[in-house]
């Protein structure tokens, strides 16, 4: 059974930094590419950012381009977001997800995390 694990949301201020693990099971994980989407309330989820599974390559969406970076360690089989220069409107719930294709990591991934809140006040 294949299972994302998404920690590390919680409450900050505008400005600070934040950072996001996913931890995996039941999946070969350097078979994998990651990626975190977001949904913030009343909008559809969004894609935020991939990364494949050699580590060779990397996408973002405009929104989280030179604020977020997104890495992996394959030994530790865990995936990570780390998130600066937060804005009040990163305030959403970020998922973990996974995909054994790097274009559909950013569109339609297979597997989903359960999500963790993040939340940016002013």
């Known amino acids: 059974q294949v299972q994302l694990v998404e920690s590390g949301g919680g409450l900050v201020q505008a400005g600070a930094s934040l950072n996001l693990s996913c931890e995996t099971s039941?999946?070969?994980?350097?078979?994998?590419?990651f990626g975190w989407f977001r949904q913030a309330p009343g909008k559809e989820r969004e894609f935020v950012a991939a990364?494949?599974?050699?580590?060779?390559?990397?996408s973002y969406s405009d929104s989280a381009k030179g604020r977020f970076t997104i890495s992996r360690d394959n030994t530790e089989k865990t995936a990570y977001l780390r998130m600066s220069s937060l804005k009040t409107e990163d305030t959403a719930v970020y998922y973990c997800?996974?995909?054994?294709?790097?274009?559909?990591?950013?569109?339609?991934?297979?597997?989903w995390g359960q999500g963790t809140q993040v939340t940016v006040g002013q």
């Open positions: 990364i494949d599974w050699k580590k060779s390559e990397t």
């Open positions: 997800t996974s995909d054994k294709s790097f274009s559909t990591i950013q569109t339609s991934p297979t597997y």
């Open positions: 039941g999946i070969t994980f350097h078979y994998y590419h």
